[in-house]
Nanobody, 124 residues
Framework: QVQLVESGGGLVQAGGSLRLSCAASGRTLSRYAMGWFRQAPGKEREFVAAITWNGGRTYYADSVKGRFTISRDNAKNTVYLQMNSLNPEDTAVYYC?????????????????WGQGTQVTVSS
């Protein structure tokens, strides 16, 4: 059974940083593309970042480009999202997702497994 578990969320002041982690069990992540999505209260889930199976390419939403960095450590079966220069608009529940392909997409429905999410709250 595949499980993705996010951690690292919390409360941070505007301008601060957080690093989210997504640890997998029941699946060797090195074979799969991974993505991060987020959902703010009253809003639809949106794409944040994604990474190919080997980390060779990364993709970002325009709203986080230059501030967020997705990375992976396949030896640890973990994917990360480093978030810098956070602002209140980044407040959301952040989810990691795994896709049964080598290449990611920005479409949440095209991912096969999801974590339970971790709350990120940025105060002004």
């Amino acid at each position: 059974q595949v499980q993705l578990v996010e951690s690292g969320g919390g409360l941070v002041q505007a301008g601060g940083s957080l690093r989210l982690s997504c640890a997998a069990s029941g699946r060797t992540l090195s074979r799969y593309a991974m993505g991060w999505f987020r959902q703010a209260p009253g809003k639809e889930r949106e794409f944040v970042a994604a990474i190919t199976w080997n980390g060779g390419r990364t993709y970002y939403a325009d709203s986080v480009k230059g501030r967020f960095t997705i990375s992976r450590d396949n030896a640890k079966n973990t994917v990360y999202l480093q978030m810098n220069s956070l602002n209140p608009e980044d407040t959301a529940v952040y989810y990691c997702a795994s896709r049964d392909r080598l290449i990611p997409t920005m479409v949440g429905d095209e991912y096969d497994y999801w974590g339970q999410g971790t709350q990120v709250t940025v105060s002004s």
